[in-house]
């Protein structure tokens, strides 16, 4: 059986953010017309999820310590599980996901 624990996330840290222009798809479904209007949100997932340039890893990094410094994310105090919920169609159907975000301990290959 799976070892779960509760984790501190990093989360947007305005209290005035717009989540809406702070979010993006995942990287493999934006588009380039979506990447630029998503980029010109200087605090929008995108600068770490599609990071530009030559070292897009590196770039990502140092976004996100920018972020860090800024306080535009900050880590919560307490360890939680972390709810969430989709809602998405599908033909004519309104489909519902609910799902949490965790830890989970890792065994080596073959431990059992």
Do not use: H
């Amino acid at each position: 059986m799976a070892k779960i624990f509760p984790f501190r996330a990093y989360r947007y840290n305005k209290k005035d953010a717009d989540l809406k222009k702070a979010v993006c798809p995942p990287y493999d479904v934006i588009s380039e017309s979506l990447s630029e209007k998503l980029r010109r949100q200087k605090d929008n997932a995108i600068q770490i999820e599609l990071a530009p340039g030559p070292d897009p890893y590196s770039q990502a990094k140092k976004v996100w310590r920018t972020w860090l410094r800024d306080k535009v994310v900050a880590q919560d105090a307490e360890p939680a599980f972390y709810v969430y919920e989709q809602t998405f169609n599908v033909g004519n159907k309104s489909l519902r996901r609910t799902g949490f975000f965790c830890e989970v301990e890792v065994e080596k290959p073959g431990a059992g």
